[in-house]
């Protein structure tokens, strides 16, 4: 979502969109840290150890500094420069502390709009990049497990990074226009915009459903008997079900899509149906990413530990 | 004049620590045991996050610094 957040600005699109994939970005990295941290057994030792311990040879080094630090510190930056102004008008407006705080030291000139326009462009460079690096080594974490039949692909990373902007567009559609209807905004949010979303998640959703197709080709042609079992089971076994239905939402998103784009005749009500089915099928996606192999992505035979008195 | 020294000042000791923390963080050279792969400093990482974190506060110093 900061992707959309620093090409809205790089390509000077509508505002209100930029802020709100600002405000959900912040927000989905700090659920997506508090999740993992739930995960852990003891979450404060978590943390002091990542600062004490952390080797930058593994890929949770990657998700744990650029993700935290960088990734969520610049795009609380860019949050706060962006809306600087805003905390202004509405700090005159209100006295309320917080925007007195946010907007501190603000003059609204034109020289002081240009340095904030100027810093924003410039970060939104330095975030692109930063993101894919994170995304990346979330994919990492699985790609390079050489022992997981299942996850042991290249695609891995780059499917991350594509599958987040997938769901990260379904998701500010669905936001974009569920606050464009409540708050009466149509004025501030155009259609132009939400075509425009759904016109980059067709983008993204082309490339995904590639992976998906070249994985599958790739692990069916020429995978050893490792890969043909977690391959069977995500095709025929106990996780088709679940497999195809992402496939039928993800192709149904994609051909409505497309069919809009051609024809040139856009429905907000069907872009948001998409952004619905394309959210759906990235929940469970991340779901087949994970079991499949976890379960069945085994080099070894299952063996069964028996304990042994004395 | 004192915003962009501020911001540069802010950015350059940001990367300092960015490349102090990674240095004692990585191992250098092949690693043989967990002692070598271990950071070779305390709290290594945690320069390299503050180093990071720095690079990108300048542009809260670069716009708020009269």
Redo the contacts between chains.
């Keep these: 979502m900061q992707t959309i957040s620093a090409l809205v600005h790089m390509l000077k699109l509508e505002k209100p969109i930029s802020r709100m994939a600002e405000l959900l970005t912040v927000i989905s990295i700090m659920l997506g840290a508090m999740t993992i941290l739930a995960d852990l057994g003891q979450p404060i030792r978590g943390i002091v150890n990542l600062f004490l311990y952390a080797r930058p040879m593994s890929p949770f080094f990657g998700t744990f500094s650029l993700v935290i630090s960088g990734y969520l510190f610049a795009s609380l930056v860019f949050l706060y420069i962006a809306g600087r102004k805003d905390a202004a008008i509405m700090a005159a407006k209100t006295n309320n502390w917080f925007y007195r705080a946010w907007a501190v030291g603000y003059k609204d000139t034109s020289e002081v709009r240009e340095r904030h326009e100027r810093t924003l462009w410039y970060l939104a460079i330095a975030i692109i990049p930063l993101l894919i690096t994170a995304h990346s080594t979330l994919g990492f974490i699985f790609g390079i497990q050489a022992g997981r039949p299942g996850w042991f692909s290249a695609l891995q990373a780059p499917g991350f990074v594509i599958l987040a902007g997938v769901s990260g567009i379904g998701l500010l559609i669905l936001i974009a226009v569920a606050l464009r209807r409540q708050l009466n905004l149509k004025n501030r949010i155009s259609d132009d915009a939400i075509i425009w979303l759904g016109n980059f998640q067709l983008v993204l959703l082309a490339g995904y459903l590639y992976f998906i197709i070249v994985e599958i080709l790739t692990s069916r042609y020429a995978g050893h008997h490792h890969e043909i079992r977690v391959s069977d089971a995500l095709l025929f076994g106990e996780f088709s079900s679940l497999f195809w239905l992402t496939i039928v939402l993800f192709a149904v998103s994609f051909i409505i899509l497309f069919a809009q784009f051609l024809r040139r005749n856009y429905s907000i009500p069907m872009i948001v149906l998409t952004a619905i089915f394309v959210n759906l099928g990235a929940i469970i996606k991340r779901y087949l990413i994970v079991v499949p192999s976890q379960t069945l992505g085994n080099l070894l035979p299952p063996q069964v530990l028996i304990p042994q008195a004395g | 004049m004192m915003r962009k020294q501020a911001t540069i000042i802010t950015i350059l000791i940001g990367v300092i620590l960015i490349i102090i923390g990674?240095t004692l963080?990585?191992?250098i050279g092949a690693t043989l045991s967990p002692v070598i792969?271990?950071?070779k400093m305390?709290?290594a990482?945690?320069l390299?996050?503050i180093g990071?974190?720095l690079v990108?506060?300048s542009?809260?110093v670069?716009?708020?610094v009269?």
Aim: hydrophobic content about 55%; proline content about 13%; charged content about 5%.
């Design positions: 990674l963080s990585a191992p792969s271990s950071p305390l709290f990482p945690g390299f996050v990071a974190l990108f506060f542009a809260v670069y716009n708020v009269e």
